[in-house]
């Protein structure tokens, strides 16, 4: 009697950057004995069998005792992670005929395993379900906990499951699995006007609350200078509570990069709430940038579409700080590793905050500690000058009096700056409709500035003095008109004239001549 050869093909997923592809798992069982685990795997993968043979083991299956070879083709990818449990133990089963599985080809199986054989939540669901639609896939089967974030992809049947048993009974048995179904739009609506942080919490400080406005609606970078406790942080806490409402693509953009590290969480499908990431002064570069042996995005990725917000930015290290230079221009990181390369996107709101000198106070005679201009100079000199140029608005923060503090009224909601913000960016996305990359001011090139900020004989004879006098640099010319654009916009203004560029030099305080003493 010849001995028959069985093989069985499973398909996986392993993602890159933000994109994934497709993974065939081929599960060959052959006379003699041993366990090959080909393709690249890592640690982790290779594991697997441990953990594969207990699951089995418990449920009243067994792994065969052949020869048993698994490639994991592309065999020239690497593949990392625990995600691979249940597609290898699935592939071995129906490889070894102890589960009848017809349609094996139609599913794409995911998910890590426990010794009972319950399943464990992995990384990256959203760019695989995406992938998963486009290659043509029927379902889509993984753990429950992942099951939300995958069914955001319309189009694919998303089944979440607890235990093997599950699978293997659908396969075997014919028995039907629960598809989760998810409303995408109602989920995404459904958390927008409740902001976890308003800025009716804010009292005073109406001047900071504009310069926020006018951020918010050209998306322009901002730092804050002043003394502790005068609300930089609080302040910027609020700030994603007044940007626009983020678009169905966009949220979907953000989600895909926090799946990918593992940050959404098991009941929420969609994020809704535009991400504000604050990372504490002792981050590395590859943590803020991103990268690692399997790169995998930083925070600057995290914040794509929301707010990064560095809290006393001269605290920093210097290179950490260099390294955000590139990705504040080009709005994307590049990581490149010897065999590959890496994009993510990054297009977020940088907001930083600084004490004016290392004691916290500036030019205050009643303050109880003084820095000596030297010491301040030191402590400005931590941050480039590159990166200041690459921060639009500039703007001091006083403390607040205590009148404003003790006052019962509440200032104005986020929710009525929000609309105006809004409007502001409706008349941008309008003027920039027909190009491809440029959505809000912030993303103007000097091409762009040219045609849409033309300024007459006064308020260019306005801007040149302001230029001389405080000494300015080309691009902080670039800025002022960047943002004076802006507070057009927001006014609804056709062009922009000398009240909205007077503004916007205002907001330049730190490239004025003499702020040291």
């Given at each position: 009697m010849k001995y028959?050869?069985?093989?069985k093909k499973?398909?996986?997923s392993a993602v890159?950057?933000?994109?994934?592809s497709?993974?065939?798992?081929?599960?060959n069982?052959?006379?003699?004995?041993?366990?090959?685990l080909?393709?690249l795997p890592?640690?982790?993968?290779?594991?697997?069998?441990y953990?594969?043979?207990?699951?089995?083991?418990?449920?009243?299956?067994?792994?065969?005792g052949k020869k048993i070879?698994?490639?994991m083709?592309?065999a020239d990818?690497?593949k990392?992670?625990?995600?691979?449990?249940?597609t290898?133990?699935?592939?071995?089963l129906?490889a070894?005929?102890q589960?009848?599985a017809k349609?094996?080809?139609?599913?794409?199986?995911?998910g890590e395993?426990?010794l009972d054989?319950?399943?464990?939540?992995?990384?990256?669901a959203l760019p695989?379900?995406?992938?998963?639609?486009?290659e043509?896939?029927?379902?889509?089967?993984l753990?429950?906990q992942?099951?939300k974030?995958a069914?955001?992809?319309d189009?694919?049947k998303?089944f979440?499951?607890e235990?093997?048993?599950q699978?293997?009974n659908?396969?075997?048995?014919g028995?039907?699995?629960?598809?989760t179904?998810?409303?995408?739009?109602?989920?995404?609506?459904?958390?927008l006007?409740f902001?976890?942080f308003?800025?009716?919490?804010?009292?005073g400080?109406?001047?900071?609350?504009?310069?926020?406005e006018?951020?918010?609606?050209?998306?322009?970078n901002i730092?804050l200078?002043?003394?502790p406790?005068s609300g930089?942080?609080?302040?910027a806490k609020?700030?994603p509570?007044i940007?626009p409402?983020?678009?169905?693509?966009?949220?979907?953009?953000t989600?895909?990069?926090h799946?990918?590290?593992?940050?959404?969480?098991?009941?929420?499908?969609?994020m809704?709430q535009?991400?504000?990431?604050?990372?504490?002064?002792?981050?590395?570069n590859v943590a803020?940038?991103?990268?690692?042996s399997?790169?995998q995005?930083?925070?600057?990725s995290?914040?794509h579409?929301?707010?990064?917000?560095l809290d006393?930015?001269?605290?920093?290290?210097?290179e950490?700080?260099e390294?955000?230079?590139?990705p504040?221009e080009?709005r994307e990181?590049?990581?490149?590793r010897?065999k590959f390369t890496?994009?993510y996107?990054?297009?977020?709101?940088?907001?930083?905050?600084m004490n004016?000198?290392?004691?916290?106070?500036?030019?205050?005679?009643?303050s109880?500690?003084?820095?000596?201009p030297a010491e301040m100079?030191?402590?400005?000199g931590?941050i480039s000058?590159?990166?200041l140029?690459?921060?639009?608005?500039?703007i001091?923060?006083?403390?607040?009096p205590f009148e404003?503090?003790a006052?019962e009224?509440?200032g104005?909601?986020s929710v009525d700056?929000?609309?105006?913000?809004t409007?502001?960016?409706?008349?941008?996305?309008?003027?920039?409709k027909?190009?491809?990359?440029i959505?809000?001011n912030a993303q103007m090139?000097?091409?762009?500035i040219r045609?849409y900020c033309?300024?007459?004989?006064?308020?260019?004879?306005l801007?040149k003095?302001?230029?001389e006098?405080?000494?300015?640099s080309a691009?902080?010319?670039?800025?002022?008109?960047k943002v004076?654009r802006?507070?057009?916009d927001?006014?609804?203004?056709?062009?922009v004239?000398g009240t909205?560029l007077?503004?916007?030099i205002?907001?330049?305080?730190?490239?004025?001549e003499?702020w040291l003493?």
């Amino acid at each position: 009697m010849k001995y028959q050869v069985m093989l069985k093909k499973v398909f996986a997923s392993a993602v890159f950057g933000v994109e994934a592809s497709t993974i065939t798992v081929e599960v060959n069982i052959d006379k003699g004995i041993g366990y090959h685990l080909v393709g690249l795997p890592d640690n982790a993968i290779k594991e697997s069998n441990y953990r594969i043979a207990a699951a089995l083991q418990n449920n009243g299956y067994r792994i065969p005792g052949k020869k048993i070879t698994i490639n994991m083709a592309p065999a020239d990818l690497r593949k990392e992670g625990s995600a691979y449990d249940l597609t290898l133990a699935v592939g071995i089963l129906a490889a070894s005929s102890q589960i009848k599985a017809k349609n094996l080809e139609d599913y794409l199986i995911m998910g890590e395993l426990s010794l009972d054989g319950s399943l464990q939540p992995f990384k990256g669901a959203l760019p695989i379900a995406v992938k998963a639609r486009e290659e043509g896939f029927k379902g889509f089967i993984l753990p429950i906990q992942n099951a939300k974030e995958a069914a955001i992809v319309d189009d694919l049947k998303v089944f979440g499951v607890e235990n093997i048993m599950q699978v293997i009974n659908h396969f075997d048995k014919g028995e039907h699995l629960e598809q989760t179904i998810i409303n995408t739009r109602e989920e995404f609506y459904k958390n927008l006007d409740f902001p976890e942080f308003d800025f009716s919490d804010v009292k005073g400080q109406e001047s900071i609350k504009r310069c926020m406005e006018i951020a918010a609606a050209g998306g322009h970078n901002i730092i804050l200078i002043g003394p502790p406790g005068s609300g930089k942080t609080m302040l910027a806490k609020r700030l994603p509570s007044i940007l626009p409402p983020m678009t169905l693509h966009e949220a979907l953009e953000t989600t895909k990069i926090h799946s990918v590290v593992g940050r959404v969480k098991s009941h929420a499908g969609l994020m809704a709430q535009r991400p504000f990431r604050s990372p504490h002064h002792t981050i590395s570069n590859v943590a803020l940038v991103g990268g690692g042996s399997y790169p995998q995005p930083g925070e600057i990725s995290l914040s794509h579409n929301g707010v990064l917000f560095l809290d006393e930015l001269p605290e920093f290290k210097r290179e950490v700080l260099e390294v955000m230079r590139q990705p504040l221009e080009d709005r994307e990181v590049t990581i490149s590793r010897a065999k590959f390369t890496v994009t993510y996107p990054s297009s977020f709101m940088l907001v930083a905050s600084m004490n004016p000198s290392p004691s916290g106070y500036f030019n205050d005679p009643d303050s109880p500690i003084t820095s000596s201009p030297a010491e301040m100079q030191r402590y400005m000199g931590k941050i480039s000058g590159p990166l200041l140029d690459r921060i639009d608005i500039h703007i001091e923060v006083t403390p607040v009096p205590f009148e404003k503090l003790a006052d019962e009224r509440n200032g104005e909601s986020s929710v009525d700056i929000r609309k105006r913000v809004t409007k502001a960016r409706e008349n941008q996305t309008e003027r920039f409709k027909d190009l491809q990359n440029i959505h809000y001011n912030a993303q103007m090139n000097t091409k762009q500035i040219r045609q849409y900020c033309k300024l007459d004989g006064a308020s260019m004879l306005l801007l040149k003095s302001a230029m001389e006098r405080l000494n300015l640099s080309a691009r902080a010319y670039d800025r002022i008109l960047k943002v004076s654009r802006t507070i057009a916009d927001i006014e609804g203004a056709e062009n922009v004239t000398g009240t909205h560029l007077s503004e916007a030099i205002q907001y330049r305080s730190l490239d004025r001549e003499g702020w040291l003493g």
